[in-house]
């Protein structure tokens, strides 16, 4: 079975891709400009190009059938100043929209701040649809896969509208989306919604050793891989086996 190419924007430490490909995908290119996440991705994907600047980035330079990517939230984030998606930051929507357009994948997967729910999400979809996509969201929290805090974020499961929706690709992985979203909001009501912390203790990355600050930044703006696991393995099914990276170093 030929795996699926993945194309992973806004990259950070790779969550994404580390998730995807332990559900059986491949990455082919990752878009990150920061250098310390650079040496992360290179680390545990030397084989893969690295490219620093998604405006630059053209979307044709790798064929692909999934672009990923958690576009950056400080405009969006209720801790910012509620710009949006005409922010400068949160703006580069705008960039992973153009690159969509021009790659187009078979699937996208977007995630970002639950607060995107009411600061953008309607012209995110509306990109999407105008680019001809079929897209479904659902704000699932770290905590709905076994993380110790709430960490919630939007999910965004979008693929290309025509037959291949008529024939119910894609289904699998919404719904699952769907189960886990709903099981976890249905738990939390029935043991009270003040269990978890807000977030997590960070053990040794805050251990005041060089470049502790890096790794936490790093931590704080990553994908829970779990997740896009999770999401993944619906889209490709359960035929394939574990691949993919294991997450150590």
Avoid at 1 to 16: A, E, H, N
Avoid at 117 to 140: K, S, T
Avoid at 208 to 222: F, I, Q, S
Wanted: charged fraction near 25%; include cysteine.
């Amino acid at each position: 079975m030929t795996k699926l190419r993945v194309l992973d924007l806004f990259s950070g430490i790779g969550g994404f891709s580390l998730g995807l490909e332990r559900a059986g995908m491949e990455t082919v290119a990752f878009v990150e400009r920061e250098p310390f996440c650079q040496k992360v991705l290179a680390k545990h994907w030397p084989e893969v190009p690295i490219y620093d600047d998604v405006q630059e980035y053209q979307g044709d330079e790798h064929e692909c059938d999934v672009v990923c990517g958690g576009f950056p939230c400080q405009d969006i984030s209720l801790a910012g100043r509620g710009a949006g998606l005409a922010g400068e930051r949160s703006g580069l929507w705008r960039e992973m929209a153009r690159i969509i357009g021009v790659a187009r994948p078979r699937y996208v997967i977007v995630e970002n701040v639950a607060a995107l729910l009411g600061r953008g999400l309607g012209d995110v979809l509306g990109d999407l649809a105008a680019l001809g996509f079929d897209a479904e969201w659902h704000c699932i929290p770290a905590s709905a896969v076994g993380a110790p805090h709430r960490r919630d974020r939007v999910w965004i499961l979008a693929n290309t509208t025509g037959q291949r929706r008529e024939n119910g690709e894609g289904r699998q992985a919404q719904s699952e989306c769907d189960r886990i979203g709903t099981t976890y909001h249905r738990s939390r009501r029935s043991r009270g919604a003040n269990r978890w912390a807000p977030e997590p203790s960070l053990g040794r990355v805050d251990d005041g050793l060089p470049g502790w600050m890096d790794r936490t930044k790093a931590l704080g703006n990553a994908v829970v891989p779990q997740i896009s696991e999770m999401i993944g393995r619906a889209i490709v099914g359960p035929q394939v086996n574990d691949g993919g990276k294991d997450g150590n170093g």
